[in-house]
């Protein structure tokens, strides 16, 4: 299949490099956009088979972490420092170099579970672990806000006020005048205060990042593309936005628990202390990034990089977070 | 000049093509953009039939607000800009109630599903009833 000529590479790679692995098979395509590509493949060991996941650079480019991504194999090192403090992630078992002929990437453990939100919030078999994920949320996010950000050195700060001044400018450069937008910036400009503690933060978590057992709940966060330095309150007030309640509006962390929930697992878990207000205020900057990032899915297609029906489709949805925004701001 | 079928016609009988026949025949990435597309031609359905009036008192709505005379970008951009310098909030007389009817119905034509669209709704209800 075209686009998977590097598997000797990588075979080659990674019996040289990892103990164990003879040979690997059943290369994959899973997913690709323009930031990464991700593949499921097989390694055999002496022992039996590891399911691996490979996630490299577009077409196996050399990656510079451009634009709002992280290089991937500083990617690599915030999740090894995210799993040293009890993090619930894949394990990286090797970090390609220059080389490998593979392109720039990393190979980690293929681990089990769902991430479809609608499977997870609505499926019998997820009713048992459903009340306890709020709470196991909180104590993720706390373990990786303990993370020694000083073995990722390169992980750039967005501080809360940075990124308000951030998202103002990628907003005006669309040139649509949205008043509701334009409130909330107004609203949150006082309100966002610099970080009272500057952590590790992963950027995304929320639903399609997170993998859920229905044995256990939580099993792994995944996609570090966005992991940065940043205000913990980034992190828990992500995965709180209307948008990643998929319907269930009443349940604030994910449509399946409450904050006090997700804020008690991560105080138990050693964070800081934190109140619902602090995530309610955060909410509105969530909800108006979301937005602008749907804007800028219709400028990506009315720029003609990618004129696809759906990036014309997701820019309609910027209005989902002006009804969010006015449900939170006005009420 | 008013030929037949409408606009609204034709564009529906575009979206029913779609989601009866080609859907049906579709597997894979492909099945998925037609209903992406089936979806963003319903709704063009929608702002045919609601835009104009909901436009029209938006741009009545922005007029007394702002008491001034523009198009609907110029009053857009003034208002904007009068909320950017810190001279209406949500205090200013009118104004949040402005921001909740033209957000109540660009969702009507974006996304009549969506979530936040009912909560809105029911606190409108509520809050006629007070």
């Known amino acids: ?331 | 000049m008013m030929d037949k079928p409408t606009l609204a016609e034709i564009i529906t009988a575009a979206r029913e093509f779609l989601e009866n026949k080609a859907m049906p025949e579709l597997t894979g990435r492909t099945a998925f953009h037609a209903r992406v597309a089936a979806n963003a031609l319903a709704i063009a359905e929608r702002e045919i039939t609601i835009g104009p009036a909901a436009a029209e008192a938006e741009h009545a709505r922005l007029t007394l607000l702002l008491n001034r005379h523009g198009t609907l970008e110029e009053l857009n951009a003034a208002l904007c800009a009068r909320i950017s310098s810190g001279d209406m909030d949500l205090d200013t007389p009118g104004l949040a109630e402005h921001l909740r009817l033209t957000t109540i119905d660009k969702v009507r034509i974006d996304q009549p599903n969506y979530s936040g669209l009912k909560t809105a709704l029911a606190r409108e209800d509520r809050g006629a009833a007070v």
């Open chain 1, 1 to 331: 299949m075209a686009g998977l000529d590097f598997e000797p590479a990588l075979a080659a790679a990674l019996t040289r490099h990892v103990q164990g692995i003879t040979s690997v098979g059943k290369l994959t395509r899973l997913s690709g956009g323009a930031s990464q590509e991700t593949f499921a493949f097989d390694a055999h060991t002496a022992s039996g088979t590891l399911p691996l996941i490979l996630r490299r650079a577009p077409g196996g480019s050399r990656d510079g972490g451009s634009g709002q991504g992280t290089a991937l194999a500083t990617e690599a090192r915030a999740i090894t420092a995210a799993r040293a403090c009890g993090v619930k992630a894949p394990e990286v078992v090797y970090v390609l170099t220059p080389q490998d002929g593979v392109g720039d990437g990393y190979v980690m453990e293929r681990v089990e579970g769902e991430t479809l939100a609608r499977k997870i919030l609505r499926d019998k078999e997820f009713d048992a672990v459903r009340p306890k994920l709020a709470y196991q949320c909180g104590q993720a996010m706390a373990q990786i806000h303990q993370a020694d950000a000083s073995q990722v050195p390169e992980l750039r700060l967005v501080t809360g006020p940075q990124q308000l001044a951030e998202y103002y400018e990628r907003y005006r450069a669309y040139d649509l005048p949205k008043p509701v937008f334009e409130m909330a910036f107004a609203w949150l400009k006082p309100r966002i205060k610099e970080p009272k503690r500057t952590v590790m933060v992963h950027g995304d978590f929320r639903h399609g990042n997170i993998m859920i057992s229905p044995k256990t709940g939580l099993a792994a966060v995944l996609d570090w593309e966005i992991v940065h330095r940043g205000d913990p309150l980034e992190d828990l007030s992500w995965i709180c936005i209307n948008a990643w309640r998929f319907g269930v509006t009443g349940k604030v962390v994910g449509g399946f628990g409450d904050v006090p929930e997700m804020l008690a697992g991560y105080r138990d878990a050693g964070g800081d202390a934190y109140t619902v207000e602090d995530v309610r205020t955060w909410e509105v900057m969530g909800s108006l990034k979301w937005g602008i990032m749907c804007m800028g899915m219709y400028e990506v297609f009315r720029t003609g990089y990618d004129r696809s029906v759906e990036r014309a489709a997701i820019g309609r949805r910027s209005s989902e977070n002006e009804i969010d925004l006015v449900n939170l701001l006005i009420g």
